[in-house]
């Protein structure tokens, strides 16, 4: 199983961005899949979740209400669509995947996922 994120740029604040995962290799539809993100200096952070086998989302408190992860399943895809953009979210997004579902207590844990795409840059100007 491989991850491939991109879509990262340079936007200013109050801007849009949205990323993309793209997944190949075969996991179970089910699978909870999930967006975390890495400010220099800190340790990585969950930002958003798709727990495959009931739908549900769910997201950090920073980012409620300004982010919306979703996925395609026919295109292997998922997303992270951020609106409000803030310089505090500047950071390097991740995707990742456990390759199958993830009890609800642990889908925030960095060590729940087995599958991390490379990571793509996203810096918000002040």
């Known amino acids: 199983v491989q991850l491939q994120a991109s879509g990262g740029g340079l936007v200013q604040a109050g801007g849009s961005l949205t990323l993309s995962c793209a997944v190949s290799?075969?996991?179970?539809?089910?699978?909870?899949m999930a967006w975390f993100r890495q400010a220099p200096g800190k340790e990585r952070e969950f930002v958003a979740v798709?727990?495959?086998?009931?739908?549900?989302?769910y997201y950090a408190a920073s980012v409620e209400g300004r982010f919306i992860i979703s996925k395609n399943d026919a295109m292997n895809t998922m997303f992270l669509q951020m609106n409000s953009l803030k310089p505090e979210d500047t950071a390097v997004y991740y995707c990742?995947?456990?390759?199958?579902?993830?009890?609800?207590?642990?889908?925030?844990?960095?060590?729940?996922?087995?599958?991390w795409g490379q990571g793509t840059q996203v810096t918000v100007s002040s």
């Open positions: 798709n727990r495959g086998e009931s739908g549900k989302r």
């Open positions: 290799g075969r996991i179970v539809s089910t699978s909870t």
């Open positions: 990742a995947t456990a390759g199958s579902p993830v009890n609800y207590w642990d889908i925030t844990a960095v060590r729940s996922y087995n599958y």
